[in-house]
């Protein structure tokens, strides 16, 4: 059974930080990509980061580069979202889904109709 769990959530004053995890179950990393998402209330589920399986390729949406850092560990099948100088606005519920590939289009991380999606961990950013 394939099962997706983030964690690392939680509240932190503006410009703090956050380790966000995504250990995977049920298959290998080696072959996939991950993506990160989070939705806001009120607000659709973006795009944030995404990482390839094998060439290292990463993706930021813009409000988080330079902020933010995607990194996997393939022997601890678990994936990563280094969250620093962290904004208000960045205030939402983060998830982590399985991904063929990171398809961005016009600079945006297009989501896969498949895949596997985990929980979801808060993140509030709040003095």
């Known amino acids: 059974q394939v099962q997706l769990v983030e964690s690392g959530g939680g509240l932190v004053q503006p410009g703090g930080s956050l380790r966000l995890s995504c250990a995977v179950s049920?298959?290998?990393?080696?072959?996939?990509?991950i993506g990160w998402f989070r939705q806001a209330p009120g607000k659709e589920r973006e795009g944030v980061s995404c990482?390839?399986?094998?060439?290292?390729?990463?993706y930021y949406k813009d409000s988080v580069k330079g902020r933010f850092t995607i990194s996997r560990d393939n022997a601890k099948n678990t994936v990563y979202l280094q969250m620093n100088s962290l904004k208000p606005e960045d205030t939402a519920v983060y998830y982590c889904k399985t991904e063929n590939r990171c398809t961005v289009v016009a600079g945006t991380l297009r989501r896969g109709n498949k895949g596997y999606w985990g929980q979801g961990t808060q993140v509030t950013v709040s003095s």
């Open positions: 049920g298959f290998t990393l080696d072959y996939i990509a």
């Open positions: 990482i390839s399986s094998n060439d290292g390729y990463t």
